[in-house]
């Protein structure tokens, strides 16, 4: 039985590189940018407008000045001339300024006069952006990024079409056991619905990668068998239950049978334990995760969501945490690190849920963080300090430095 963390050392090691491809702009977006792009040009261009009014020489900016009115510049149409002394030219936010012109004067501050114009007590030049204000020629964006859609509108922005991005894994998903029946059936008395494997797809999918639910296995080596085969080409293969040692587990001699080699069998925290991991005979990566819902999921996002960023070419990190208050007391723990399921309050306190079995559900959809206990922690009085791992709920994110949150 290992750590935490030699676990997710050793998850690292095998994750799948990254893998380019070529994607266009109207794509990018959630997509993780794998080489860097430099722009092809300042931006703005030229030295633009930053308001409506009338683009002028400064020297002849000056409260009460009759200016002789001689074209225009739009966004997109600058003013083909150059301005002389004593000369205007109307112009519109972006557009570019004229040669000649150093400045200009909002609209408001001046009065159109037949073919002049006059400028106000209150005229005062300025209100122009200069060529490059924004960014110059070769300005890049790093790599590897998760694209925002700033990020996106960036991008365009350089100039660039399309851009080079990691290319989503190939996430296949393996529930197993004799017990479960697929939601919408109708399940026999000694059977429950099958809910790990969908709660992992939603996972991996949110993560940046693309699950592919393979059909349930049965508890048999020949239905485990049959299950890897359907898997073959995945960059991640992930088993749900059978990861144990118990009569019917049958997912570590079933992969060792296929040719897969094992990095390490048995983590050290709750719930999780029976975590399994090694290299399947095609390259791809195996990660066993155990049977019950809770340990399942919280296994998902300690170890399987770090590996999918790790996969898409982001630093390989665990799960971030922050610190937090404890709105109630924490009990000791044993000798595995534990994470407990908890509510995070108005006040910023995180409060642990009385019941922490790892089979209920419920529970954890009502969580928003994992209270994070160390092996052997002697228990900690409200208002103690911890570290605390965040949830997603509802679509949102509560907190966290990760690249996804």
């Given at each position: 039985?290992?750590?935490?963390?030699?676990?997710?050392?050793?998850?690292?090691?095998?994750?799948?590189?990254?893998?380019p491809?070529?994607?266009?702009l109207?794509?990018?977006?959630?997509?993780?940018?794998?080489?860097?792009?430099?722009?092809?040009?300042?931006?703005?261009?030229?030295?633009?407008?930053?308001?409506?009014?009338?683009?002028?020489?400064?020297?002849?900016?000056?409260?009460?000045?009759?200016?002789?009115?001689?074209?225009?510049?739009?966004?997109?149409?600058?003013?083909?001339?150059?301005?002389?002394?004593?000369?205007?030219?109307?112009?519109?936010?972006?557009?570019?300024?004229?040669?000649?012109?150093?400045?200009?004067?909002?609209?408001?501050?001046?009065?159109?006069?037949?073919?002049?114009?006059?400028?106000?007590?209150?005229?005062?030049?300025?209100h122009?952006?200069?060529?490059?204000?924004?960014?110059?020629?070769?300005?890049?964006?790093?790599?590897?990024?998760?694209?925002?859609?700033?990020?996106?509108?960036?991008?365009?922005?350089?100039?660039?079409?399309?851009?080079?991005?990691?290319?989503?894994?190939?996430?296949?998903?393996?529930?197993t056991?004799?017990?479960?029946?697929?939601?919408?059936?109708?399940?026999?008395?000694?059977?429950?619905?099958?809910?790990?494997?969908?709660?992992?797809?939603?996972?991996?999918?949110?993560?940046?990668?693309?699950?592919?639910?393979?059909?349930?296995?049965?508890?048999?080596?020949?239905?485990?068998?049959?299950?890897?085969?359907?898997?073959?080409?995945?960059?991640?293969?992930?088993?749900?239950?059978?990861?144990?040692?118990?009569?019917?587990?049958?997912?570590?001699?079933?992969?060792?049978?296929?040719?897969?080699?094992?990095?390490?069998?048995?983590?050290?925290?709750?719930?999780?334990?029976?975590?399994?991991?090694?290299?399947?005979?095609?390259?791809?990566?195996?990660?066993?995760?155990?049977?019950?819902?809770v340990?399942?999921?919280?296994?998902?996002?300690?170890?399987?969501?770090?590996?999918?960023?790790?996969?898409?070419?982001?630093?390989?990190?665990?799960?971030p945490?922050?610190?937090?208050?404890?709105?109630?007391?924490?009990?000791?723990?044993?000798?595995?690190?534990?994470y407990?399921?908890?509510?995070?309050?108005?006040?910023?306190?995180?409060?642990?849920?009385?019941?922490?079995d790892?089979?209920?559900?419920?529970?954890?959809?009502?969580?928003?963080?994992?209270?994070?206990?160390?092996?052997?922690d002697?228990?900690?009085?409200a208002?103690?300090?911890?570290?605390?791992?965040?949830l997603?709920?509802?679509?949102?994110?509560?907190?966290?430095?990760?690249p996804?949150?």
């Amino acid at each position: 039985m290992i750590p935490v963390a030699e676990a997710l050392a050793a998850l690292f090691a095998l994750a799948p590189p990254p893998v380019p491809e070529r994607v266009p702009l109207a794509g990018l977006g959630g997509r993780v940018l794998l080489e860097p792009l430099a722009a092809r040009r300042d931006q703005p261009p030229f030295d633009a407008s930053a308001m409506d009014g009338y683009a002028v020489r400064s020297a002849d900016a000056r409260p009460g000045a009759r200016l002789r009115l001689v074209g225009e510049s739009a966004a997109g149409r600058r003013f083909p001339g150059t301005l002389g002394a004593g000369e205007a030219v109307r112009i519109l936010t972006g557009a570019p300024l004229p040669r000649g012109a150093d400045a200009v004067v909002v609209q408001e501050d001046a009065t159109r006069d037949g073919g002049h114009v006059l400028l106000g007590p209150g005229a005062r030049a300025g209100h122009v952006r200069p060529a490059g204000a924004d960014f110059r020629a070769g300005a890049t964006l790093p790599a590897p990024r998760l694209l925002s859609p700033g990020d996106v509108a960036l991008v365009a922005a350089f100039g660039h079409a399309e851009a080079a991005v990691a290319r989503p894994p190939d996430v296949a998903i393996l529930a197993t056991g004799d017990e479960l029946a697929a939601p919408g059936d109708d399940p026999t008395p000694d059977q429950v619905f099958a809910a790990n494997a969908f709660g992992l797809a939603a996972l991996v999918r949110e993560a940046g990668a693309c699950p592919r639910l393979l059909p349930m296995a049965d508890d048999t080596p020949e239905g485990l068998a049959q299950g890897l085969a359907l898997a073959e080409g995945a960059d991640i293969l992930v088993t749900v239950g059978g990861a144990s040692v118990g009569d019917h587990d049958l997912v570590a001699p079933a992969a060792r049978a296929a040719g897969a080699t094992l990095a390490f069998h048995k983590v050290a925290l709750r719930p999780g334990k029976p975590l399994l991991a090694g290299r399947l005979p095609w390259g791809g990566m195996l990660l066993g995760l155990p049977g019950n819902p809770v340990s399942a999921m919280v296994c998902g996002t300690l170890f399987l969501r770090p590996v999918i960023l790790a996969a898409l070419g982001l630093p390989a990190l665990p799960a971030p945490r922050r610190p937090a208050r404890l709105a109630s007391p924490l009990p000791p723990n044993g000798p595995r690190e534990h994470y407990l399921r908890a509510a995070l309050r108005p006040d910023g306190a995180v409060a642990p849920f009385d019941r922490q079995d790892s089979s209920l559900l419920s529970v954890l959809a009502d969580a928003d963080a994992l209270v994070v206990q160390p092996p052997g922690d002697p228990g900690r009085p409200a208002g103690a300090e911890v570290e605390i791992v965040t949830l997603r709920r509802n679509g949102l994110t509560q907190t966290g430095n990760d690249p996804r949150t």
